[in-house]
């Protein structure tokens, strides 16, 4: 009172409310500063998204992109076949180092058929153009055709990562004089090859469908046997986590009697969705290779040290959704005589379904690019050459994952790995976004709001 | 923590079974500083032979040894690549799981070189006596151990750039260290004459040459405990560093480093095989005897990895940057009589 009667005393004079007085210049000031604190905050979160993206795609779009050459080569009876018979189990003994030089031999014949000049010549100095990996594609096609010897066959083969580098502009002049493996004379002859269309850029499929390679032939290398990797753990976390997933969720739901210890399980699960994913990692060494001794590297362990991690996302995710669904869709399926379990099964998981598949796909996208538990299981480290051959060796055959993959890449010494790191995060990223696309088409779509 | 049990029961019941089946490819592990190597023979392997790719895996010589040590049977590995000899602790815990016979290949040899930013100071000779000045934890002035007063590469040696001293060296997990410890810090701390002076003090032997290798502690010896490619990065952002690298390493990447010579010497394939570089190791890999004729291509795959065309000058082994072995010839026979090491050596 003694407050009111002061203000009144102090000769305040009636304001009129269109007028803005001190205070509230002031509070409508910290509002826009909040609001300008806001938009900057999203600029910046925006800027540094666009950055990255920027970055990723700069630097890993020309993984997509490959160089080869296009050479006939002469395929020498002398060399391959000595006896005639052209037998397969004979022509076996000629090994990749055999063919090398059939390689050296047609490319350096097509550079004088080209006319281009140059300053070799020895055929033996073209292998710093082509990769290592044409020996064993001629040798391949040989003996599944023992019939192609003698006669002169167009290959397509892989240039060599320098020669793929300076086409990309990654390898330069002033790099190639401080570098061993290809001088700049050889640059001279490539340029006079792609004038030529000796040498062509073509589109990479190998990058996606091939498996890794060793570290002297990175043009070699690709993502698929990796991507089968994460395709078969992928397919232990869906089929492991979604069922454990939901029949956790709808028994504590709409089953289980609250009580402490189904409030402890709950607290617990809400934990376990905390627990940084490198814990699953050990626990997966302990328990899966150590204890049941799965092999190490497989995708099976793989998949359940990635269940483990994503069951909690699911549990989560299906509960929220479970919750959404308004009791009077249950009350009335009760009312008309459904049993608890067919009220569940035919009215609530129907309509639940959207946001359970929703956070499936979720928990999916985040296994996928998952890397740390996979240390510790031996799938980062190891080298993906074999494709598996069946769906059961998908599962036991060591194999690595995309991300276990790009981590390998992005560690290796030869600086034509460091483009195909980058361009397997694109191929990742992409795996990711549609994921996530999916799962926001199917929430769009299909999920009902009261 | 149930739904956790519920899984791994679930996971026992459904992988049980189906893991009874034989294994026909090659298991090997070790070392990264092989694995390069052996990725490249695996690969040469598989193209040229019926047998399925070999599986390479890397986790460093010790974590590989320790794996090969496990026991005998499909379930473990048959090749341990080493970046160093066999040590007699790890012979014995072979011996108690089992893995009496062990086949020892030398495959070749590996430098390690010295090198820094190719735009960066004027690194381009060092001695080991400049090394153990730099890095030494604490060396003897007037007849005390005193903490390494020096801060510059020239307070160690004038004729080296007055740079302030930030050297990235393996850490102790790599084999690496324990080569660039022995024949550079210790040989350096016996060059400069400080390891006379400890023992002068009345330090006993095995102590003063512990000193010798102790490293400085204060942040300009950085400790790298991952790859190469680590200490690559380091020295990209820092132009006033030296790292320790492999000489595969290093010339694959020559556009961007620049290497300094060792004790006058430049390090080369040649330099090394020859015995004039003083810092070079042997590679290894240990077969496991009672793999072979069990795992089929056990046995090709090591003669391939040591064959000429592989291993030896102008093979692909020798092309990555690995030094051939002079005594190529004898370890081909060893392997071809499978010839195992003599137990408790």
Known sequence: MTDLSAGAASGQTPRSLTQTDARTKKRNAAEKRFRAYGMAAIAAGMFFLVVLLGSIVTNGVTAFQQTFLQVPVYLDPEKLDKTGNRDPEEMK?????????????????????????????????MDALFSASAAAQLRDRVLANPDLVGETVTFKILASSRVDGYLKDRVTRDSVARDKNIDAAHLDLVDGMRDASLVTKSFNWDFITGSDASESRPEQAGMGVAMLGSFYMMLVVLGLALPIGVAASIYLEEFAPKNRFTDLIEVNISNLAAVPSIVFGILGLAVFIQFVELPQSA?????????????????????????????????????????????????????????????????????L?????????????????????????????????????????????????????????????????????????????????? | MTKTLTVSALALAVASPAFAQSRDNVQVAGSSTVLPYASIVAEAFGENFDFPTPVVESGGSSAGLKRFCEGVGENTIDIANASRAIRPAEIEACAANG?????????????????SQIDGPDFTAFEPADWFRALAAEMPVDGEMVTNP??????????????????????????????????????????????????????????????????????????????????????????????????????????????????????????????????????????????LGVIPGLKDFAQFFVADEIAGPGGPLADYGLVPDPELAETQAKIENEETMNAGS
């Not at chain 1, 990749?96 to 550079?111: I, Q, R, S």
């Not at chain 2, 032997?205 to 010798?212: G, I, K, Q, V």
């Open chain 2, 99 to 115: 893995v009496d016979e062990i086949i020892e290949v030398r495959i070749g040899y590996d430098g390690i070189v010295f090198a």
């Open chain 1, 93 to 125: 003994k000629v090994s990749t180092f055999g063919y090398k030089p059939l390689v050296e031999d047609a490319v350096f014949a097509a550079v004088q058929a080209a006319g281009i000049e140059t300053a070799f010549e020895d055929a033996g100095d």
């Open chain 1, 299 to 367: 995708p099976i362990v793989g998949g359940l040290v990635l269940t483990l991690m994503t069951l909690p996302t699911i549990i989560i995710a299906t509960r929220a959704s479970l919750q959404s669904v308004p009791p009077s869709i249950r009350d009335a399926a009760l009312g008309v005589g459904a049993s608890k379990m067919q009220s569940v099964f035919h009215h609530v998981l129907p309509l639940a379904m959207p946001g359970i598949l929703t956070g499936t796909i979720i928990g999916l996208a985040q296994a």
């Open chain 2, 150 to 291: 020096n801060t510059t590469w020239a307070d160690a040696n004038a004729d080296l750039p007055a740079v302030e001293i930030a050297a990235f060296i393996p850490g102790t997990k790599h084999g690496t260290r324990e080569v660039f410890e022995e024949k550079v810090l210790l040989q350096g701390c016996e060059d400069t004459g400080a390891m006379a002076a400890m023992m002068k003090m009345g330090m006993s032997e095995d102590d003063a040459e512990d000193a010798c290798m102790a490293v400085r502690t204060d942040g300009r010896s950085v400790d790298i405990d991952g790859d190469y490619t680590e200490t690559l990065a380091r020295i990209d952002s820092n132009p006033e560093g030296v790292g320790v690298f492999g000489l595969a390493f290093y010339e694959n990447n020559t556009d961007t480093l620049k290497v300094a010579t060792m004790g006058g010497v430049a390090p080369s394939t040649e330099t090394i095989s020859s015995g004039e570089y003083p810092v070079s190791r042997p590679l290894f890999f240990y077969i496991k005897k009672a793999h």
């Open chain 1, 369 to 450: 690019g998952e890397t740390a538990p996979l240390l510790l299981i031996g799938m980062v480290g190891y080298i993906a050459t074999n494709y598996p051959d069946n769906i059961a060796s998908g599962f036991f055959d060591p194999n690595s994952a995309m991300p276990a993959q790009i981590y390998e890449w992005a560690k290796r010494a030869d600086p034509a790995y460091y483009e195909r790191a980058w361009g397997g995060i694109i191929i990742l990223l992409v795996f990711l976004f549609a994921m996530n696309a999916i799962a926001i088409i199917l929430r769009r779509r299909f999920e009902r709001r009261w």
